[in-house]
């Protein structure tokens, strides 16, 4: 055992899985992970639509996706940690589910929750039909001086 591997080995859960999450950042932020998911969401969006029954081409595609983005962040986290365990992440990721927030875990429980996903997928395709809310028209500005 090395000692990059015996130093993660001993640190605690939340140091390890702080690690592991910025590294998961970095990776997701990147550019080929981003083009690979909107090469994704381009092949498939179309073929989902808002109604509550989910057709059995959802499931198929939606193991595609898991299958797809797993291994890329996986293999990402290999190549940047020889001390990765994703038995060790998967389960403080589980334990800190309740407390956890942010578009990086929205990733990660799309991996996880299927609902999550179709919701990421409609709002691509939304965004793609350019069919989505202005939010801008419920917005107003004011001043927080008192006018005299």
Not at 14 to 43: A, L, P, R, S, W
Not at 68 to 76: G, H, N, Q, W, Y
Not at 103 to 113: A, N, R, V
Request: glycine letters at 4%.
């Amino acid at each position: 055992m090395d000692f990059v591997e015996n130093l993660v080995k001993r640190q605690n859960s939340t140091e390890y899985f702080d690690i592991v999450i910025g590294h998961i950042e970095d990776i997701v932020i990147g550019e080929d992970f981003q083009t690979m998911v909107n090469h994704f969401m381009d092949c498939y969006y179309h073929l989902f639509d808002q109604g509550e029954e989910n057709k059995i081409v959802y499931t198929e595609i939606y193991q595609k996706y898991t299958s797809l983005i797993e291994t890329f962040i996986v293999e990402s986290l290999n190549d940047k940690m020889s001390y990765f365990d994703m038995d060790r992440f998967a389960v403080e990721l589980e334990n800190k589910k309740s407390q956890l927030d942010g578009e990086i875990f929205e990733l990660l429980y799309t991996l996880t929750d299927f609902l999550a996903f179709k919701d990421m997928v409609l709002d691509y395709k939304a965004f793609k039909e350019g069919v989505y809310d202005d939010l801008s028209k419920d917005f107003s500005v004011t001043s927080l001086q008192q006018r005299q």
